[in-house]
C-alpha cells in the first residue's frame, strides 16, 4: 500500500523469482494515456529486468479503467500466467468516482476468485491529477514497477 513518503518503485531485487518461462498480459485503460502510458511502460521494463521475454508479454488497450474487468476477464484467456490491469481514475466532482472505483476493485477481485490466473490491480485511484503523476514515475516511484513485482510473484504461486 502506498503511503505518503513510499516510493512505490524500491525492493529487493535479489528477492524475485527469475520471470523468462512466464507469459504476461497486460490490460491498459486508454483513459488518462498520460499516466497509464507510464505506468504499462515501468511494468514491461520491470518484467523485462527479470527475464521475461517480450514474446511472452502481450498488451491489449481498453477505453476505460471500468472496461478493465472484461479486458482482463478475456486475456486470462490467453493462456498467461499472470495479468497486469492498469488505470488511473481522478477524483472529480460526482460520484462517477465512487462508481468506478467500487466497481473495477470488485471486478477485479471477481476475476481472482473465480479464476486461477492472477490479476494485478494496478489502478491508480487518486484525488489528483498530480498525485497520478508522483506514482507514476514522479516522487513516489511507479506503481506499474510494483505490479509487475507482484505478477512475477503471483505467477510463481500459481504454479506450486
Not at 499472470?82 to 465512487?98: M, S, Y
Not at 473465480?114 to 507514476?136: A, G, K, Y
Amino acid at each position: 500500500m502506498a503511503t505518503k513518503n513510499k516510493n512505490l518503485s524500491e525492493y529487493d531485487k535479489n528477492t524475485i523469482p527469475n520471470a523468462k518461462d512466464f507469459r504476461f498480459g497486460i490490460v491498459v485503460s486508454e483513459w488518462n494515456s498520460n499516466i497509464t502510458d507510464n505506468l504499462h511502460q515501468g511494468a514491461i521494463e520491470t518484467l523485462i529486468e527479470h527475464g521475461a521475454l517480450t514474446d511472452n508479454i502481450i498488451s491489449w488497450h481498453v477505453p476505460g479503467s471500468y472496461e478493465l474487468i472484461y479486458g482482463s476477464k478475456k486475456m486470462q484467456e490467453h493462456q498467461v500466467d499472470a495479468v497486469i490491469a492498469i488505470g488511473c481514475v481522478i477524483q472529480g466532482e460526482t460520484k462517477h468516482f465512487d462508481f468506478v472505483c467500487e466497481a473495477v476493485s470488485n471486478g477485479i477481485k471477481d476475476l481472482n476468485v473465480m479464476h486461477d490466473t492472477p490479476v494485478i490491480f494496478c489502478v491508480l485511484t487518486d484525488n489528483t491529477m498530480q498525485q497520478s503523476i508522483e506514482r507514476s514515475g514522479g516522487k513516489h516511484g511507479n506503481k506499474g514497477i510494483e505490479a509487475a513485482v507482484a505478477a512475477i510473484k503471483m505467477a510463481t504461486l500459481r504454479r506450486l
